[in-house]
């Protein structure tokens, strides 16, 4: 199974300057902060389970944006308020992905309960409009370019990464960066 690192490096080498991405807290902003540290990216810290309702208000302020929220599955199934207020919403301009592993690897590699929940029938009544559950990744299967609200469930491997740096911003250097591209 593909590492979830390597999933993240192939999604930032397809975004551009209109891509707006916002990763949830723990190793997914941290990686995404290692491949492609940009003014674009949002990272979450501290704040697990609230990156889609925050990319829910950055769609709806900036509806020429297109905006991909990275998720894992413990912090998807910790908000799932939020999946139900995007679908009402139906917002076009999200691409919400999940990397699923199946635990909650930052704090330790606990279990989730997300081999149990079809992630993708929540985004469907949720009202999204486009979900895709993948299990051999391939990044031609990802597409930022619909006009309708996406969900893409992506199957990843447990790895181990304690090497890798943590997010260097400050939140407030983050949310400084951040505002000036909006």
């Keep these: ?31 995404v902060f290692s491949h492609d540290d940009r003014q674009e990216n949002f990272y979450m810290i501290g704040s697990m389970g609230l990156a889609s309702s925050f990319g829910l208000g950055i769609a709806k302020s900036n509806p020429d944006k297109k905006i991909i929220i990275l998720d894992g599955d413990g912090s998807f199934l910790m908000n ?74 992506i199957h990843v491997g447990i790895e181990s990464n304690e090497e890798i740096s943590r997010v260097a911003h400050t939140p407030e250097e983050i949310t400084s960066n951040f505002k000036l591209i909006l």
């Design 80 to 153: 799932l308020g939020a999946a139900a207020c995007i679908g009402f919403y139906n917002t076009s301009n999200i691409v919400h992905i999940i990397l699923d592993n199946f635990s909650y690897e930052s704090t330790g590699s606990q279990n989730s309960i997300s081999n149990k929940i079809d992630l993708c029938n929540i985004a469907k009544s949720s009202g999204y409009k486009f979900v895709d559950e993948i299990i051999n990744f391939d990044i031609n299967k990802i597409s930022f370019d619909k006009k309708e609200l996406s969900f893409y469930r």
């Design 1 to 31: 199974m593909i590492s979830r690192s390597e999933v993240i490096k192939m999604i930032m080498k397809k975004t551009t300057s209109d891509h707006l991405v916002l990763s949830t807290t723990g190793m997914i902003s941290r990686e």
